[in-house]
């Protein structure tokens, strides 16, 4: 069975960080591209990094980059994504996906 467990989330300030954490069991993690897909309040799924790290690929929506950064921990068959730099508008559930497989997710606040 995959499982896709998320954790992290939390209140920040903006200009904080968070690091969230993914992890997964059921399928072969270090083969499978990995996602983070994020929901903000009232808004529809919005795709926000992409690996693929048995090619070493890497791949963020324009609104993240240079603030988040995507990886793998083959060995703890974890997905992370460090987020830096926080905005208001990060403000979101964040999903962990591969495939047809979500999380439940993690809720990432950034208020004063």
């Known amino acids: 069975e995959v499982q896709l467990v998320e954790s992290g989330g939390g209140l920040v300030q903006p200009g904080g960080s968070l690091r969230l954490s993914c992890a997964a069991s059921g399928f072969t993690f270090s083969s499978s591209a990995m996602s983070w897909v994020r929901q903000a309040p009232g808004k529809g799924l919005e795709w926000v990094s992409s690996?693929?790290?048995?090619?070493?690929?890497?791949y963020y929506a324009d609104s993240v980059k240079g603030r988040f950064t995507i990886s793998t921990d083959n060995a703890k068959n974890t997905l992370y994504l460090q987020m830096n730099s926080l905005k208001s508008e990060d403000t979101a559930a964040y999903y962990c996906?591969?495939?047809?497989?979500w999380g439940r997710g993690t809720q990432v606040t950034v208020s004063l």
């Open positions: 690996i693929y790290s048995y090619i070493s690929n890497t």
């Open positions: 996906n591969t495939g047809m497989y």
